[in-house]
Nanobody, 122 residues
């Protein structure tokens, strides 16, 4: 089971980026998938999660700016990030868990991608 995150980069404040997470090794259509991020010197924090049916949940810090989506046929998840702020700078990790229940603690997720760096300049 592998998750491959991509799409990170350097962007100015107010800009946008779209992250992708490609899953392989098994069908994730009935898994909860999500994004966490970790800034230097900080703990990994929850960003957003989506169920196989399309229910979504966001951290308050990204609500109304980020949009999570998934294409179950392609085993791929996305995170559209708009109105980016310098405080969004972090390594973004995609993750999945073998459950239909939404949780926001990283220890509850079984599968992790390698992370993709997002840097927002002021």
């Amino acid at each position: 089971v592998q998750l491959q995150a991509s799409g990170g980069g350097l962007v100015q404040a107010g800009g946008s980026l779209r992250l992708s997470c490609a899953a392989s090794g098994r069908t994730f259509s009935r898994y909860v998938m999500g994004w966490f991020r970790q800034a230097p010197g900080k703990e990994r924090e929850f960003v957003s999660v989506i169920t196989w049916g399309g229910s979504v949940y966001y951290a308050d810090s990204v609500k109304a700016r980020f949009t999570i989506s998934r294409d179950n046929a392609k085993n791929t998840m996305y995170l559209q990030m708009n109105s980016l702020k310098p405080e969004d700078t972090a390594v973004y990790y995609c993750t999945a868990r073998d459950s239909t229940v939404i949780v926001t603690t990283p220890s509850s997720y079984y599968y992790w991608g390698q992370g993709t760096l997002v840097t927002v300049s002021s």
